[in-house]
């Protein structure tokens, strides 16, 4: 083993450490005391801009606080009855020492992740073992979720269905838009992982094939591409895309195996049609709201057909409203 190698083993081991040692000590903190929350939460939330799962229960949050409901962030304190643990993304351990008996549990489950990502690191058996040892019932985002699960012989505990959304207060469409005529069509694609099935392929064949007199394609995220005429805007704050999506025409989905797209579901929210890859989530999100694609060297004519009929497919947009999602999520997590 080289130097390094064992260096970044021992920081590895002794942040472990330092973090069980703080478990314990919250563990004990919170059985001394007699306070409790509405919901406790266990995810470890990353700091903007970030991607989907992150912005969703940012989005959860804020309706629950409108509503006066209290809820404790990676901790169960003896009087909170009730847990919500998303997907993969919190510790593990730390759970398991909080847990008890007299908790409802429920998870948030997306992916699966082997197949969003393209590789299996072990993250969906690790989440099926959760899953079934400690689920009360199960929240997915999306149909083709549930059966992609059921075909790796993963059956989650009580599965409900209840789609992701958006804070409207941030996502939502523009007072007014700016006629099509003598300009450009705005076209937008945005992620926040560099993953190759987001989609880079078709954004690789656009930025090289698509007609540059008549469409302008801006990308907001992160990629290992490298454009030559596409506005690539990096990653930027969600006020930002919020804006940059309003005053866009059309919405380019490209990703593969994405159970539930949150940039998607942003982009709907604030009025656009989309042309999306038919894969994953994305059928069920757009509905008759866009037009769909297989292949890179398809997209032209999607974006050609969408525009032409542009008013009627924005018209068919649905997005589930912040209060009746959350008001599901009560249901599952009140049993």
Same mark, same amino acid.
């Given at each position: ?24 000590? #919250? ?48 901790? $169960? ?31 948030? =489950?997306?992916? @699966? ?13 690790? $989440? ?37 959304? =958006? ?11 700016? @006629? ?20 880079? #392929? ?55 195996? #994405? ?32 037009? #769909?694609?297989?292949? @890179?060297?398809? =997209? ?16 068919? $947009?649905?997005?589930? @409203? ?14």
């Amino acid at each position: 083993m080289t130097f390094r190698a064992a260096y970044a083993r021992a920081r590895g081991v002794l942040s472990r450490a330092t973090r069980e040692l703080r478990t314990e000590a #919250d563990v004990r903190r919170s059985r001394r005391g007699d306070g409790g929350a509405d919901l406790a939460l266990f995810h470890e939330f990353a700091p903007p801009p970030t991607g989907g799962g992150h912005q969703f229960l940012r989005a959860l949050l804020a309706e629950l606080a409108r509503r006066n409901l209290t809820v404790e962030l990676n901790e $169960i304190s003896p009087g909170t009855a009730v847990c919500l643990v998303n997907s993969f993304n919190f510790d593990f351990r730390r759970l398991r020492r909080f847990v008890r008996a007299d908790v409802r549990l429920v998870h948030r =489950v997306d992916g @699966p992740i082997g197949t969003y990502r393209g590789f299996d690191d072990g993250t969906d058996a690790r $989440i099926a073992e959760l899953n079934a040892a400690l689920a009360d019932a199960t929240i997915v985002q999306s149909h083709y979720s549930l059966e992609a699960h059921r075909a790796l012989s993963i059956e989650l505990v009580e599965p409900h269905l209840i789609s992701n959304t =958006v804070d409207p207060d941030v996502f939502h469409p523009p007072v007014e838009r700016e @006629p099509l005529a003598g300009r450009r069509v705005r076209v937008i694609a945005s992620s926040w992982s560099d993953n190759p099935n987001k989609g880079g #392929d078709v954004l690789r064949w656009l930025d090289r094939n698509l007609d540059g007199e008549r469409y302008e394609l801006t990308f907001a995220g992160r990629t290992d591409e490298v454009f030559e005429r596409t506005r690539d805007l990096g990653p930027i704050a969600t006020e930002a895309l919020a804006a940059e999506l309003r005053r866009s025409d059309v919405y380019l989905a490209p990703s593969r195996n #994405d159970p539930c797209s949150n940039a998607l579901l942003e982009a709907l929210a604030s009025g656009l049609p989309a042309v999306f890859r038919a894969s994953g989530g994305h059928p069920e999100l757009v509905g008759e709201a866009g037009v #769909d694609f297989d292949q @890179p060297e398809e =997209v032209a004519d999607a974006l050609d057909r969408l525009v032409a009929e542009l008013d009627e497919r924005r018209a068919a $947009i649905r997005v589930a @409203p912040i209060d009746a999602v959350v008001d599901r999520y009560l249901e599952v997590l009140r049993g």
